[in-house]
């Protein structure tokens, strides 16, 4: 599967932003789909997950009450929808497919096989 992200941009504090991953060559729903980010001078970080068996979510601590990850089928698609963002959501976003279901392993960068290229959201004050 190929993954392509899009929708990063610059935005004011407090606004929102919806990023988009579009897989091709599989369903997204074979896999469990993570966004993950890297502000500069930083490590990469787990930002949500949905799983691929059941669909639920999981999100990081930081973003959770602002993020939502969702997925939909049809458009073979997964999303994150941002909200109230601040100077500290500035970062390149990742988005990944992972095989694995378990919650402490879809955390984790090393459990994602593939990876899109990333998208950069730059949040202004």
């Known amino acids: 599967v190929q993954l392509q992200a899009s929708g990063g941009g610059l935005v004011q504090a407090g606004g929102s932003l919806r990023l988009s991953c579009a897989a091709s060559g599989r369903t997204v729903s074979a896999y469990t789909m993570g966004w993950f980010r890297q502000a500069p001078g930083k490590e990469r970080e787990f930002v949500a997950a949905?799983?691929?068996?059941?669909?639920?979510?999981a999100i990081a601590d930081s973003v959770k009450g602002r993020f939502t990850i969702s997925r939909d089928n049809a458009k073979n698609s997964v999303y994150l929808q941002m909200n109230s963002l601040n100077n500290e959501d500035t970062a390149v976003y990742y988005c990944?497919?992972?095989?694995?279901?378990?919650?402490?392993?879809?955390?984790?960068?090393?459990?994602?096989?593939?990876w899109g290229q990333g998208t950069l959201v730059t949040v202004s004050s």
């Open positions: 949905i799983r691929r068996f059941g669909g639920s979510t």
């Open positions: 990944a497919a992972s095989m694995t279901n378990i919650l402490s392993a879809i955390v984790r960068r090393a459990s994602h096989e593939l």
